[in-house]
């Protein structure tokens, strides 16, 4: 039977800067809901994230370093890609918007809406922040500045190729108002809807003062505009008009996981831009919020930018990953801090899970000789075991939502332990129920560690080596729908190894 398929996106970063926590953020998002398609729920899985490269941002700032932009972007996106790589993002395709596949995807998908006559030519006369690679109308402006880089507008004047956007709002209201789901949370829905209605005008793109980019397939004195060619990357990634199977099955996309700064243009431009080129929607655009430092947004200029390496090198990348998941509930925007890192790394990992496995299992070797005891067949624990509780909350992308089931799962065991007092019964001569209730607390703790397994993966194996499972053929078992109860078998040796957080 064909595999059901998963296909998730981070948005393609520019490559101006290093990335720091924010970026950090959405990408840890995606990995973690990719694991859970792939690992948990056994579909085909792809996550693609990559590198947006053909922006006038970063022909700036390679002009800073005194470096041709070429090479600049390829040792940066190089970065990146290395930083993905240090905090254990799985990604399957790494997009570059300067490679020779994207640039022939472009092509194949501009020939699409050409054909259809979406695009037409004309003069664009209006104000333009390089810095968000945006249009400003002078109401937008402050002081004749952009709202969020603070910087000078520019006043463009030129023969530009124009996208008949106004044409897809109609038929992309009724679409949104069909299909609910599409763009999410419901505020951001609101948010989208209403600038549909009010503000989604054609637009222009291409630019003819700039050189670097993807020439116009029809004219090559001009280059597209990068939000443009940036969209078709969740194509080109997968194969458009290069590999149709690839393609096929992986499109329409799952998931376009982006921050809400850049909605609009997933959630109205790229969709008309489909509709356009006749190629069905992806199902869901998800938005989240953004974080903050002592309330102020993350910039260069402000230097309060956290670099998600630096960050990680006390306590670990799997605690980092740990932290920003859980610091801001899922949409909203909230301060982050090292001291809000530190704060949770103490109450939830060493003190929270790291304390529990350590607890239960020294029990186990105390009082069962190492080895799982068997279950009396009397309910000790009148919860449910973590991992099915959890998966309402990932399919939302709602991680910080499951942090705190496992948070509450974990205190419900320590709660039941310190009722039960194992320590007592023993001495009374109640092994049986000893060995009953610590039976349940190993394979509570087995749970807790499948809900844990998409943040922090290689401590998910830990706590299953220590509970005496191989971990791979754990991960390799295909638990149902989500979570089996009893697993783990009577007479099993635990291998209590190191503690998991210091
Ligand atoms: N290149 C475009 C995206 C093109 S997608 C076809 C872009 N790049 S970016 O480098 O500016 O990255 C923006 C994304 O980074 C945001 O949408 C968000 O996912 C993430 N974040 C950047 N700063 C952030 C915070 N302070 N907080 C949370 N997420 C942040 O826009």
Redesign the pocket.
Same mark, same amino acid.
């Given at each position: 039977m064909k595999k059901e398929t998963y296909y998730i996106t981070?948005? /393609? %970063? =520019? *490559? $101006?800067a290093l990335p #720091? /926590?924010? #970026?950090a %953020?959405?990408t840890i998002i995606a990995d973690a809901a990719a694991r859970y398609q792939r690992d948990i729920l056994k579909k085909e899985t792809l996550f693609l994230t990559g590198t947006?490269e053909n922006?006038q941002k970063n022909v700036e700032a390679a002009e800073e370093t005194g470096q041709p932009t070429a090479s600049y972007v390829d040792a940066m996106s190089k970065q990146w890609e290395e930083t993905w790589n240090e905090l254990k993002i799985e990604n399957d395709v790494f997009i570059r918007t300067t490679s020779e596949n994207h640039k022939k995807s472009v092509e194949a998908f501009f020939k699409r809406v050409w054909e259809k006559g979406d695009i037409y030519k004309g003069t664009y006369e209006g104000l333009y922040c390089i810095g968000c690679?945006e249009f400003y109308s002078e109401a937008d402006a402050v002081d004749g500045a952009c709202p969020v880089h603070k910087r000078k507008l520019e006043l463009l004047k030129e023969e530009n190729y124009f996208f008949k956007l106004s044409k897809y709002r109609e038929p992309l209201l009724k679409y949104i108002q069909e299909n609910p789901q599409f763009v999410v949370p419901v505020t951001k829905r609101n948010e989208v809807v209403s600038y549909i209605e009010k503000f989604m005008e054609d637009v222009s793109i291409s630019r003819q003062s700039m050189e670097w980019g993807i020439p116009v397939p029809t004219d090559d004195s001009q280059v597209l505009y *990068? +939000?443009f060619d940036? @969209?078709i $990357? =969740?194509l080109s990634g997968i194969g458009f008009g290069a590999d149709e199977e690839k393609f096929n099955t992986f499109w329409p996309a799952n998931a376009h @996981?982006?921050? &809400?700064? /850049?909605l609009k243009? #997933?959630a109205a431009l +790229?969709p008309a831009m489909l509709m356009s080129a006749g190629l069905p929607l992806p199902k869901q655009v998800i938005a #989240?919020? =953004?974080?903050?430092v002592d309330g102020e &947004?993350?910039s260069k200029s402000l230097g309060n930018v956290i670099n998600p390496i630096a960050a990680a090198e006390r306590h670990g990348v799997e605690a980092l990953r740990y932290y920003l998941l859980s610091a801001i509930p899922f949409g909203n925007?909230g301060d982050v801090s090292m001291e809000k890192f530190e704060k949770i790394y103490e109450s939830d990992l060493k003190n929270g899970i790291g304390n529990l496995v350590s607890r239960v299992l020294s029990m186990v070797e105390k009082y069962c000789d190492a080895k799982v005891p068997k279950r009396t067949g009397e309910n000790y624990f009148s919860f449910r075991p973590a991992g099915t509780l959890v998966v309402d909350v990932i399919d939302n992308f709602a991680f910080s939502d499951l942090i705190k089931r496992i948070n509450e799962a974990i205190s419900n065991v320590n709660t039941c332990i310190n009722v039960e007092e194992p320590w007592k019964l023993e001495k009374e001569g109640k092994h049986e129920r000893v060995e009953g209730i610590l039976c349940e607390s190993l394979e509570q703790i087995r749970s807790i560690a499948w809900a844990l397994y998409p943040i922090m993966p290689e401590t998910a194996k830990k706590i299953w080596t220590q509970l005496g499972l191989n971990s791979e053929d754990e991960l390799k078992k295909n638990i149902g729908s989500i979570w089996t109860d009893d697993v783990l078998v009577c007479g099993q040796v635990i291998h209590k190894g190191d503690i998991l957080f210091t």
């Open positions: 981070t948005p /393609i %970063y =520019y *490559v $101006n #720091h /926590i924010g #970026h %953020y959405t947006d922006s690679e *990068v +939000w940036a @969209l $990357n =969740y @996981l982006i921050g &809400k700064d /850049i243009f #997933h +790229w #989240h919020g =953004y974080f903050t &947004k993350m925007d």
